[in-house]
C-alpha cells in the first residue's frame, strides 16, 4: 500500500475534514481515505437488497388506491 504527503492543504480544508471525521467516527487518515475511494470508485448497488428494502417500506406505508377524480380534487385544491 502507498504513502502519500498532502502539501499546501488550507486551514480552512483541514478543519472541515476533521470534523467530518469526528462526525463520522473516524480518524483524519480515514476520512479522507473514505472521500478519496468514493471519488474513484463507483458504489456497488445490490439490487436486489435494494428492491426488498423498498417493498417492505411501501408494504408499512398502507397507501389506499385513490380514483381518478379523487386525485383531482387532491390536485386542485392543493392549486388555491
Same mark, same amino acid.
Given at each position: 500500500?502507498? &504513502?502519500?504527503?498532502?502539501?499546501?492543504?488550507?486551514? &480552512?480544508? /483541514?478543519?472541515?475534514? =476533521? !470534523?467530518?471525521?469526528?462526525?463520522? /467516527?473516524?480518524?483524519?487518515?480515514?476520512?479522507?481515505?473514505?472521500?478519496?475511494?468514493?471519488?474513484?470508485?463507483?458504489?456497488?448497488? &445490490?439490487? !436486489?437488497?435494494?428492491? =426488498?428494502?423498498?417493498?417492505?417500506?411501501?408494504?408499512?406505508?398502507?397507501?389506499?388506491?385513490?380514483?381518478?377524480?379523487?386525485?383531482?380534487?387532491?390536485? &386542485? !385544491?392543493?392549486?388555491?
Amino acid at each position: 500500500m502507498a &504513502d502519500i504527503a498532502l502539501r499546501g492543504l488550507p486551514d &480552512d480544508i /483541514h478543519r472541515a475534514l =476533521k !470534523d467530518a471525521a469526528r462526525r463520522n /467516527h473516524r480518524s483524519l487518515n480515514g476520512e479522507i481515505l473514505a472521500r478519496l475511494e468514493a471519488s474513484v470508485r463507483p458504489p456497488v448497488r &445490490d439490487v !436486489d437488497a435494494l428492491l =426488498k428494502r423498498i417493498r417492505t417500506r411501501s408494504s408499512r406505508l398502507e397507501l389506499g388506491c385513490l380514483q381518478e377524480d379523487e386525485l383531482r380534487t387532491l390536485r &386542485d !385544491d392543493g392549486r388555491a
